[in-house]
């Protein structure tokens, strides 16, 4: 089994074309190309990790979802995707987890959306991916924990609310927040801790994060009533469309951080509006990590683990098999004793066959054993190849010999 990671990020598209490349779990396809598969989208970035049966025809089925829902030719969107494979496609997946790819480094949001993208994929994610994600996850705590890249990243509400209050000049008394998830509780926490005392929460169903955060809960229907009482607005749905098309014309931030965008951009053009989308933000930020190093370190430690235990993942099939194997050539011939010595009694018969058991046993657990440190090395999948050439190579139960031809 492979690993190949394509899509699109804040550098290598415009927000534009994020914003039109929505590709939902329902959309992913799984096939004789791909075998898992998992949506990571973000406000910067959409990408699909998958566990692949070859590159070519995996690239071509993934590029062309991803063509088809920007509404783009495959070789116009070809210049704005990436692709990481295998060794790179696993050091990809756990930089992004480490906040080494985000627009501002060192962000700890990454890690709450790529669970969010793993339980969305449930249905199309196997161990691989289970395994990718698990220790992409210990990557990143390991690098918030063992370095300073946490402390120099900060989150993508706190870089865009130091922006806007930079640009506009203004000293906001009274925010909003617009959208219930993730990102607008750390919406609401961030502006609490800039001291914004007043604080509403506008969203389908707002009364229970209202009451966490000390907010007053405004229904969708008066959110543009609400913009007239704010100095400040935050918003961060998931909604396709626009939510905010107008404003009151006086002195106010907008923050918006939602991919698609949630602002109408004419909004900017109102007398005294100073508007922050993603856009604006990202040419504002520079990384500024001072531990990248040491934080790649970790990552590239963390990668060989995962190399090893993938590599060793792809023997454990064949050394069941060859297992398996044994044990029925066991069985045959113990039943073929049964017939050729029927004067045995049963005692006689179990201590042969416990004899015979042991002896294969030991037989094969030297060379399984070192099989399996061999498979976790360099090159380590041919060992799973010679032991079926040794080992009968049609020798196949309960669908081993598909698992196996996977790689």
């Known amino acids: ?31 004789g190309h791909v075998r898992e598969a998992m949506v990571l989208s973000t406000c910067n970035r959409v990408e699909i990790v998958a566990a692949v049966n070859g590159f070519h025809g995996a690239l071509a089925e993934i590029g062309g979802l991803l063509a088809a829902q920007a509404g783009m030719d495959v070789q116009d969107l070809a210049e ?16 992004v987890a480490s906040g080494l790819d985000s627009m501002v480094v060192g962000e700890a949001q990454i ?86 005392g007043e604080l509403m929460v506008a969203g389908r169903t707002p009364e229970r994060i209202a009451a966490d955060h000390e907010a007053v809960a405004v229904p969708l229907s008066e959110l543009h009533d609400a913009l007239d009482e704010v100095d400040v607005v935050v918003s961060a749905t998931a909604s396709p469309g626009e939510v905010i098309t107008r404003v009151p014309a006086r002195r106010m931030l907008i923050l918006d951080l939602a991919v698609p965008r949630d602002v109408d951009p004419a909004v900017a053009d109102a007398p005294g509006v100073t508007l922050i ?9 520079t990384d500024s990590a001072t531990d990248v190093a040491a934080a790649d370190a970790i990552v590239a430690e963390e990668v060989d683990g995962y190399l090893r235990w993938l590599r060793a993942s792809v023997i454990a099939p064949t050394v069941a098999t060859l297992r398996n194997r044994a044990e029925d050539l066991v069985g045959t011939e113990l039943a073929a004793l049964r017939r050729r010595r029927p004067e045995l009694t049963e005692d006689q018969r179990a201590d042969v066959a416990r004899t015979v058991r042991r002896v294969v046993r030991q037989l094969l657990h030297q060379p399984t054993v070192r099989v399996r440190e061999l498979a976790a090395g360099p090159d380590g999948d041919r060992y799973a190849s010679l032991i079926r050439e040794l ?17």
């Open 1 to 31: 089994m492979n690993l190949l990671v394509v899509g699109v990020s804040h550098r290598t598209a415009p927000v534009s074309l994020l914003e039109r490349i929505a590709v939902r779990p329902d959309d992913l396809v799984l096939s």
């Open 80 to 95: 704005h995707l990436t692709v990481s494979y295998d060794d790179e496609a696993v050091r990809h997946v756990f930089r």
């Open 111 to 196: 890690q709450g959306q790529l669970r969010d993208a793993y339980a969305r994929a449930a249905d199309t994610v196997g161990s691989t991916l289970h395994e990718l994600v698990q220790q992409a996850l210990k990557t990143g705590k390991r690098v918030r924990t063992e370095t300073r890249v946490d402390e120099a990243g900060r989150s993508v509400v706190t870089a865009a609310l130091e922006l806007g209050l930079a640009q506009s000049g203004i000293t906001p008394r009274r925010g909003l927040v617009v959208g219930t998830g993730a990102m607008g509780r750390l919406a609401l926490a961030t502006l609490r801790r800039a001291g914004i």
């Open 277 to 285: 989308d993603m856009t604006r933000l990202g040419a504002a930020l």
């Open 391 to 407: 080992f009968d190579p049609e020798y196949n139960t309960n669908g081993i010999k598909r698992a196996l031809d996977l790689h």
